[in-house]
């Protein structure tokens, strides 16, 4: 008999459902919340009243456009973390509800592995196991990957994420929230070598992404002192030079991650994988080490529920129950 699930995804600040018969996403939809820009970084309190008010529209939506009723579901699948709590709460109370209504069996499904898991939505598909980079707004890691529930941490950050060090630096160059694709726009125009920024090497497959960003304070406080311009003259070279060394503390490790785990596959996901440079040297790097690479279109590198509902029926695939009756956390700190 053939799945149909409706996913859904509460866990920032985009509100988001999909469906899916078996493996074939029907429809899809994404509710983004502008109402954090003004603020220079999402305010959770004010996510969680956005994802109360979009959530039954976006749900309604992907129904309609799948031209599925509420009765035809098989499964609800939802993000349990990690995540803000207030926003998680939303999404899994409602799935929760709608699964209670309906007689539905639930799945809950992990944010971070489902990035991953996102490379199954079209094809060609990885194969398990493989070596897995997840860069978002809020993680850094390198994962080992053998089945859904046997997900091995290789290496992560000790502090910010990668997109949080593109936020906090395009912040400073006066971009709006989130400022990582500005970055990547503008940098298009620069030259990465007019300004070296540090590159933090961590032992093991650990990065650190907080230097970058205090260096980039100090030093544009200091050539604002000199030229109150200094930005606005240099702003394609800054965003270049500022991209070009946080992909480099990137792909300096997932080199050292493909060469101790003899991987042959690296598979990508997060927001931060749409950056331009970033997928061009992800490219250059797995072709010289002969690894296959995968990543999503950009709409499934960010959060989304399609990369939901794809887990949930690889779960199901791999013969990880799913549950009835009982209440699910949301866990807004979650290890694999
Ligand atoms: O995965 P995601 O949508 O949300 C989280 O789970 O965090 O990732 C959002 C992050 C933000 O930090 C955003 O600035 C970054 O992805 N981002 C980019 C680009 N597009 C999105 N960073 C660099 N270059 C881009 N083109
Ligand atoms: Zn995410």
Redesign the pocket.
Known sequence: MSTHILAIES????TAAALFVDHRLLSERVASQGVHQSYGGVVPELASRAHLTHIVPVVDQVLKEGSFSRSQLTHIAFTQGP?LMGALLVGTCFAQGLALALELPLIPVH?IKA?LFANYITAPYPKLPFLGLV?????TQLVWVERYDKVTLLGETLDD????A??KI?KLLGFP?????????HAQEGDAETFSFPITRLPKLNFSFSGIKTAVLYFLRKEEKKNANFVEKHLHDLCASV?HA?VTMLIEKVGQAIEETGSQQLVV??????????KKRLYALTQEKGCELFIPP?HH????AAMIGITAYHQLQQGIQPIKGAYQEPMARMTF
């Open positions: 866990s920032c600040d985009e995540g944010h990035h860069v978002s707004g809020g993680h994420a990668a997109g949080e593109f936020d395009a929230y989130p400022g990582g694709a500005h970055i990547d726009r991209q946080i996901g997060g927001g931060v994988a749409a950056n331009s440079e970033l950009i590198c960010q959060d989304n």
